[in-house]
Nanobody, 115 residues
Framework: QVQLVESGGGLVQPGGSLRLSCAAS????????VGWFRQAPGKQRESVASISSDYRTNYQESVKGRFTVSRDNAKKMVYLQMNSLKSEDTAVYYC?????????WGQGTQVTVSS
């Protein structure tokens, strides 16, 4: 079965950095577009950043220049480097993998940006 397991969340001060990781198993990872979504309390889940199977990246406007998404197909990992974090980045962050009509989610990792 497909599993996506996120790690790396936590509490960080404004202006700080975090690196999220997502470990995938049970799928041919290199064939999938992967990315990160987030959901803040009372808000809908939104796309943050994605990287396609051919390494094209896409970012939500609010995180451009601050966040970097990357992948390591050999390790079946996807990463999200988050710099210059702001309070509005506080949310549960979810890893996503998709290919055609198939889509999978991780369980989420909490990121809290607060002084």
């Amino acid at each position: 079965q497909v599993q996506l397991v996120e790690s790396g969340g936590g509490l960080v001060q404004p202006g700080g950095s975090l690196r999220l990781s997502c470990a995938a198993s049970g799928l041919t990872f290199s064939n999938y577009d992967v990315g990160w979504f987030r959901q803040a309390p009372g808000k809908q889940r939104e796309s943050v950043a994605s990287i396609s199977s051919d390494y094209r990246t896409n970012y939500q406007e609010s995180v451009k220049g601050r966040f970097t998404v990357s992948r390591d197909n050999a390790k079946k990992m996807v990463y999200l480097q988050m710099n210059s974090l702001k309070s509005e980045d506080t949310a549960v962050y979810y890893c996503n993998a998709r290919r055609f009509s198939a889509g999978y989610w991780g369980q989420g990792t909490q990121v809290t940006v607060s002084s």
